[in-house]
């Protein structure tokens, strides 16, 4: 009975637990318990943006030493679903009205990958390259958005689908490299393949 008050406390007093580690909360937003947030001083979310239990959010300040300035900025009416990664050294920004689902992963950074230079690869100095998702995306589960990646409006990526470079808006895009499948045409209002 202690926990269930005390834990009534801290949500009428203190609300969003989340807002404490500096995450800068939208109206009508919310990250849901179990989830990891790392560097929330750096993290924005838009008005009614969702994410769900167990969500990865982590801006790194520091890496082998070397600091670092990360921005993780989210759009207004954005859903996330559960156990998401984003990992954010540098920019990673995500449009509004965009819906991604559970076990996704956005990252806009990865270690050195020198084998010559005599540190191991998590001490190497960190590649870092901007990473944007447009406005009303849809990611299926497992999608994976590596770094530097711009995807345009209206896309759709399919389920484990890994996106390795830039793509237009209004695209489906599928497959280990994800490729455009279809394109949506305007004047037909369907999605046609390429």
Known sequence: MKKLIKAIILKVFFGNSFARKGVKFGKGSY????????????????????????????????????????????????????????????????GEDTLITGYCFIG???????????????????????????KNCFLGEKAVVLPGVEIGDNCIIGAGSVVTKSFKSDCLLAG???????????????????
């Open 31 to 94: 990250i849901r318990e179990h989830a990891q947030i790392g560097g929330g001083k750096h993290i924005r979310l838009g008005t009614h943006t969702r994410i769900s239990p167990y969500s990865r959010l982590m801006c790194f300040e520091n890496i082998s030493g070397e600091k670092l300035e990360p921005e993780l900025i989210i759009g207004d009416n954005v859903f996330i679903g559960r156990n998401i990664t984003i990992s954010c050294c540098n920019r990673v920004e995500i």
């Open 108 to 134: 806009d950074s990865e270690h050195g990958m020198d084998p010559e230079c005599g540190k191991r690869y998590e001490a190497q100095p960190m590649i870092r390259k901007a990473t944007k998702i447009g």
């Open 176 to 194: 280990n490299p994800a490729r455009v499948i279809k394109k949506y045409n305007f004047d037909t209002n369907e999605w046609e393949r390429c």
